[in-house]
C-alpha cells in the first residue's frame, strides 16, 4: 500500500485516505475517486428515497375479469352493452329463480329505439321455475335510463305469462306506419264517402229526373184527361143542344098546320098535308098527309104559294 504526508499534521496517511486518522484532515482525492463517490452518493439517496416511497404508496386489489367488464361497459352509458348489463339487472328480479338465470348472449338480443332515454328490447333467458326445472322463456321489455342516472322497466311480458306489467309503447318508426296506415285508412275513407256521396248524387239526380219525367206524364195525362172530359162535356153539349134542337124541330113539326100542296105548280092538289121533317142540305122537305102518306118535295119545284108557305115554315124551325 502506497502512502503519503498529511497536509496539516505530516503524518503518513494510505494516499486512498479521504481523510487523515490522526487529525481528521480531509485529503484531496483524484478525479476518477470524486465520480465513483458522487455516483455512490447518488444511488444511496435513491434508494433511500425509494424505499421511503414504497411504505406509503396504496397498491389498488386486482378487478377480475367479469368487474372489468361491467366497469367498461357502465363507463359507456349511451352504448347497447350498458343496456344489456342493465336489463339484466333489472329483469332477473322478475323470475322465480334469479340465481338459476342464464341470459342469452349479447348478439341474441335486439334493440329498438323509442325515444332517447328509452328502448325496447326483446330476447331469451333461462332460469328455474317452481318446480325447479330449467326452462326457456322469451321477453320483451321497455328499460328506461333516466337522467339521475336511475334505470326502470315501463313494460314486461314473458310468453310464459298471461298478463304483462307495465304498458306497451310503440317505437318511432311504428308510430309512423300507424299514422301512414291511418292516413291511407282515411284516405280511403274520404273516397269511399266520396264515392258513396257521388252514388247518392246520382241516384238522387236520376230520381229527381224521373220525377221530372213523371210529372210532366202525369200533366200531360191530366191535360189529356181535362181536354177529354171537354171534349165530352162539349160534344155532350153539342149533342144537348142538337138532341133539344131536334126535339124542338120535332115539336114544331107536330105543330104544324095542315096545308093543301100543289104539285110542281100544276092545277093537281095533293091532299092537306103537313110538314114532317125539312133536309137542309138537299133543299127538301118531306109532307105527310092526314092519312099517314108522306111525300118529298123540292124546295125548288114548289110553286110560289107552296115555296113561300115552305120558306116561312124553314124559318121558324129551331
Given at each position: 500500500m502506497s502512502l503519503r504526508a498529511c497536509r496539516e499534521c505530516?503524518?503518513?496517511?494510505?494516499?486512498?485516505?479521504?481523510?487523515?486518522?490522526?487529525?481528521?484532515?480531509?485529503?484531496?482525492?483524484?478525479?476518477?475517486?470524486?465520480?465513483?463517490?458522487a455516483i455512490l452518493s447518488g444511488i444511496g439517496i435513491s434508494a433511500i428515497l425509494i424505499g421511503v416511497l414504497s411504505r406509503h404508496q396504496v397498491v389498488e386489489p386486482q378487478k377480475t375479469p367479469e368487474q372489468t367488464v361491467i366497469d367498461e361497459l357502465l363507463a359507456?352509458?349511451?352504448?347497447?352493452?350498458?343496456?344489456?348489463?342493465?336489463?339484466?339487472?333489472?329483469?332477473?328480479?322478475?323470475?322465480?329463480?334469479?340465481?338459476?338465470?342464464?341470459?342469452?348472449?349479447?348478439?341474441?338480443?335486439?334493440?329498438?329505439?323509442?325515444?332517447?332515454?328509452?328502448?325496447?328490447?326483446?330476447?331469451?333467458?333461462?332460469?328455474?321455475?317452481?318446480?325447479?326445472?330449467?326452462?326457456?322463456?322469451?321477453?320483451?321489455?321497455?328499460?328506461?335510463?333516466?337522467?339521475?342516472?336511475?334505470?326502470?322497466?315501463?313494460?314486461?311480458?314473458?310468453?310464459?305469462?298471461?298478463?304483462?306489467?307495465?304498458?306497451?309503447?310503440?317505437?318511432?318508426?311504428?308510430?309512423?306506419?300507424?299514422?301512414?296506415?291511418?292516413?291511407?285508412?282515411?284516405?280511403?275513407?274520404?273516397?269511399?264517402?266520396?264515392?258513396?256521396?257521388?252514388?247518392?248524387?246520382d241516384r238522387d239526380r236520376a230520381a229527381a229526373a224521373a220525377k221530372e219525367v213523371a210529372e210532366r206524364k202525369a200533366q200531360a195525362a191530366a191535360a189529356a184527361d181535362r181536354q177529354r172530359r171537354e171534349q165530352d162535356f162539349n160534344n155532350r153539349?153539342?149533342?144537348?143542344?142538337?138532341?133539344?134542337?131536334?126535339?124542338?124541330?120535332?115539336?114544331a113539326f107536330e105543330r104544324a098546320d095542315y096545308h093543301s100542296w100543289i104539285a110542281l105548280g100544276g092545277r093537281k092538289k095533293v091532299s092537306e098535308a103537313r110538314i114532317t121533317n125539312y133536309d137542309s142540305e138537299h133543299g127538301t122537305i118531306t109532307v105527310t098527309t092526314r092519312d099517314g102518306r108522306q111525300k118529298r118535295l123540292k124546295l125548288s119545284d114548289l110553286g110560289n104559294a107552296d115555296r113561300e108557305y115552305a120558306d116561312e115554315f124553314v124559318r121558324k124551325l129551331p
Open positions: 505530516g503524518k503518513e496517511i494510505s494516499t486512498k485516505a479521504i481523510a487523515c486518522p490522526q487529525c481528521g484532515a480531509t485529503q484531496s482525492v483524484s478525479r476518477k475517486i470524486q465520480v465513483i463517490l359507456h352509458p349511451d352504448g347497447e352493452l350498458a343496456w344489456f348489463v342493465m336489463s339484466k339487472r333489472l329483469i332477473v328480479r322478475a323470475l322465480v329463480s334469479p340465481k338459476s338465470a342464464e341470459f342469452a348472449p349479447p348478439l341474441e338480443w335486439s334493440y329498438e329505439r323509442i325515444d332517447d332515454r328509452t328502448k325496447r328490447i326483446e330476447s331469451w333467458v333461462d332460469s328455474q321455475n317452481a318446480l325447479g326445472v330449467m326452462l326457456r322463456d322469451s321477453f320483451k321489455a321497455i328499460i328506461t335510463h333516466h337522467e339521475d342516472e336511475t334505470w326502470t322497466v315501463d313494460y314486461l311480458k314473458f310468453d310464459s305469462w298471461s298478463k304483462p306489467i307495465g304498458k306497451w309503447r310503440q317505437t318511432p318508426a311504428e308510430l309512423a306506419e300507424v299514422a301512414r296506415d291511418n292516413e291511407l285508412r282515411e284516405r280511403d275513407e274520404r273516397y269511399w264517402r266520396a264515392n258513396e256521396q257521388k252514388k247518392i248524387d153539349q153539342q149533342l144537348s143542344s142538337e138532341e133539344e134542337k131536334r126535339r124542338k124541330r120535332q115539336a
